[in-house]
Each structure stands twice: as C-alpha cells, then as structure tokens.
C-alpha cells in the first residue's frame, strides 16, 4: 500500500511542477521568443547591410572603372606597335633569337656629323631655353632651302612652315584644329594608325576609303558619296605610303587637289619617306603641284631620311590658315623642340647628303632579299619604289594575325599583320627593312623551314 501511495505522491508532485512550469513559461515564453525573433532580425539586417555595402563597392569600383576614362577612348584600338612589343618582349624572355622586321625604326645611328652638331649646341646655355613653339628661324629656313633644292618647292619660312615634335605630334594636333563634334575626316585604310585615332580623339567621324590592290592602294574618290564629301573636313594621303609601300604620281595629287576644292577640304599629306626610294624613282612632294597650298599642308620628318627617330623633329609645311590653327593648339598644349635639336636638324638638312644615299643603297640591298625569300616561298609581293617596307600576302589559308602569330612563335621572326592597320589590310603582312641582310636571309630560312598547311591544322 504504502508503495502505491508513494508512487501516487510522485505523480501528484510531478504534475504540481509542471503547473508551475507552465505559469513561469507563461511569463518568460514572450520575452524570450521576442529576443530570439529580435536576434534573427538584426542578424539579417546585419547581414543584408553587409551585402548592400559589398554590392555598393563593388558597383563603386565598377563605376569608376568604367568613368575614370573620357568616352572618347572607348572606341580607340590597342595601339598596334605596343602590342607587338609585348610579344617580342614576351617571346624574348623565353630565350627566342627574335628578328624583328615588324616596327618599322632604323637599325642604323644617327649619322656621325648630327650628332657632333647636336653636342656642340647642348654646351651652348642660350639653348638650354624654352624653345618657340613654331620653330627657331635658322631651322624653318633650312626646311624652306632644303624643299626649294630637292623638292622644287618654294615656301615662306615666316608664315609656311612650322616646327613639329615629330610629325605624329602635327597629325594627331590637327583634327582638334579643325573638327567639330561628328565632323567627318576621310582616313585612309590600310593606313598609319594616328590619322584614324586623333580622329576619334577630336570628336570626329572617319569615313574609311578602302586602299586596295586593285586601285594601286590609292583611294578611289568617286566611290565617296557626295553628302560625305561635303560633309568631309579633312582628308589624311601618305605617299610613298606606308604600310603599302605604295607611290603616287603628279596625276594623283593633281586629283586630290581638284577633289579638295570642290568639295571644300583641308588636305593632309604626311610625307616621311620621301627620301626612302629605289630604282631611280622620285618621289613627288604635294605641295609641288599647282594650287596644293590653296588646300593644304605637307608633314615632313627627319626621322626615316636621316635616322632620326628617337630625336622627334619634324615640321608642318604650306597653306598659312592650315598651320596656323596647328600652331593655336601648339600654343595652348604643347612646347616647341629644344633648340640643340633643331640646330642639329639644320646640320642635316644642310650638311652633306650623301648619307641619304648610302642609306638608300643599304635598303635596297635588304628589299632585294626579302622578295627573294618571299619568291621563294611562293608569297607575292609588289616590288617597292620606295618606303623601307615590303607588303606581302599572307600565305594561303592564313589571315593576317594568325600568319604573324605563327612566324613570331615557331620561326621566332617578328612581321607586322596587315590588319593592324585597318580591316582593308587584312591579307597582307608588313615587313620592314630593319634587320641585315644576314639576319634578313637567316629569317627566310627559318621561315621555309615551317611547314604552314600542318600547322593550320
């Protein structure tokens, strides 16, 4: 009896505890769900704050990423020379013999009687100077004096000529001169790439004229619809041209004259390789040509004529209206050239000329040996008059790209793609004139030695 009876206190016991149980829960029960709901809340507010400040920088960095930049910049093409220097560089590092016949700078030094001229005028202080912007006079006359004595041209050194940092520097300074927002520049294609690029950069608009093989690599004006010509307010020619390789005769420019004033177009011949030339070809200056400077100017540089790259002196020559607007952004964003270089540069242009032949005997022996590798290999090329570019198809079944890829990898030999220069280039690769004969003729045979169909596979 007495063992139910316990067990029956037990129970009764068990029970009065759960009743009391049950009246504490009812009073901790709501605090303690409140806290736990309040731990839950805060914990996802803490947790979506987070998120939101992750998201907040990351569309930040985004945001500045994407706006640091003008929009201007945004259709602007890796610079092609840039590109390939990655990858020599990249192609050196893995210990490649690299033959370089892609950018084209000449192998040779300056010659010896520049640079003594250079020397003396950096000793002298009143050359140590800001220099004028448009030039010191000693040097616009040697340009003037050097164009009467070999292009049979006379110009003002007072009002038709400028001083440029190289011509690149009065290229990409003219279109700001002379475009407004969505004014039309006429750029040829394939072509340096500056004319396109600077452009862009002015808020212009380049309509493409198609350089092809069948036109000579000239552009034909009459495929120019005449609501883009009027609209046109500058037109960019390179002859002897580069990449091409390609001349112009008195005929042409006598075209491009008449096209430019019926049409109300400032022309802009750049000029480098005037004096890059073979087999007794001339080459013509524009302004040589009767109502030339009505309508525009010719950039000249020393740069390829007297190996002179490296040193960026050049000069804007011929309509006075022209090089004037040029001079005003000059002015206003850029500097002249120092004076010991343009003291220098008078010595060039004044001094002995016969290193501009040797020069020119130097190169053709090198042309003569890439179109012997070329023929060799079946890949057609034109025989160049001048410039010290050779411009070769690519070989069958390859684009532009993928032959260059391909040379700089398996044959460690460096060409420049034809597309580089424009879509109108694909096709083609450039070869420059920039490496010995015998390392000229060592890359040939590198080159016959690939095997270019299994390769494609």
Request: neutral net charge; proline residues 6%.
């Amino acid at each position: 009896m007495s063992n139910g009876n316990d067990e029956g206190i037990r129970r009764y016991r068990i029970k009065r505890q759960l009743k009391q149980f049950r009246g504490w829960g009812t009073f901790f029960w709501p605090p303690c769900l409140f806290l736990f709901l309040f731990f839950l809340i805060t914990k996802s507010q803490i947790i979506t704050i987070a998120i939101n400040e992750i998201q907040s920088i990351y569309y930040i960095r985004m945001r500045e990423t994407l706006t640091m930049y003008s929009d201007r910049l945004k259709p602007l093409p890796p610079y092609l020379f840039s590109k390939l220097d990655d990858a020599k560089e990249a192609a050196i590092k893995k210990g490649v013999d690299v033959i370089d016949l892609g950018v084209g700078d000449p192998d040779q030094p300056t010659h010896p009687h520049i640079i003594e001229s250079l020397l003396l005028a950096a000793k002298n202080p009143k050359n140590h100077k800001y220099p004028s912007y448009i030039g010191m006079p000693s040097f616009r006359e040697a340009v003037s004096d050097w164009y009467k004595k070999v292009k049979k041209v006379d110009l003002d050194p007072a009002k038709e000529v400028i001083a440029l940092i190289g011509s690149k520097e009065g290229i990409a300074h003219t279109p700001f001169a002379f475009l407004n927002r969505g004014d039309v520049a006429l750029v040829p294609d394939p072509a340096y790439p500056v004319y396109f690029n600077s452009t862009i950069l002015a808020d212009g608009v380049p309509h493409i004229m198609p350089l092809t093989e069948e036109n000579d690599f000239k552009p034909v004006f009459e495929d120019i619809d005449s609501n883009i010509a009027k609209k046109a307010k500058l037109l960019f020619i390179n002859y002897p041209n580069n990449p091409t390789s390609a001349t112009a005769d008195k005929s042409f420019f006598r075209e491009v004259v008449d096209f430019a004033k019926d049409n109300a177009i400032i022309v802009c011949h750049d000029n480098p390789y005037s004096e890059i030339t073979y087999d007794g070809y001339k080459a013509h200056s524009f302004l040589s040509i009767e109502g030339a400077r009505d309508v525009g100017i010719e950039y000249y540089s020393l740069s390829k004529t007297y190996n002179m790259t490296g040193w960026r002196v050049g000069a804007a020559l011929g309509n006075p209206d022209v090089l004037a607007g040029i001079g005003k952004i000059k002015t206003n964003i850029d500097s002249g050239i120092f004076q010991a270089v343009q003291v220098a540069a008078c010595e060039a242009l004044n001094g002995p000329q016969d290193c501009v032949q040797d020069k020119n005997r130097m190169y053709k022996e090198r042309r003569d040996a890439v179109l012997r590798g070329l023929n060799k290999m079946g890949w057609g090329a034109r025989v160049p008059k001048a410039t010290f570019y050779v411009w070769a198809h690519t070989p069958p079944g390859y684009d532009s790209i993928s032959a260059s890829g391909l040379l700089l990898e398996k044959a460690g030999v460096v060409a420049t793609p034809g597309v580089g220069f424009g879509k109108h280039g694909e096709g083609f690769l450039r070869f420059a004139l920039t490496e010995s004969v015998e390392r000229i003729n060592e890359a040939f045979e590198r080159m016959e030695s690939l095997d270019f169909v299994s390769a494609k596979r």
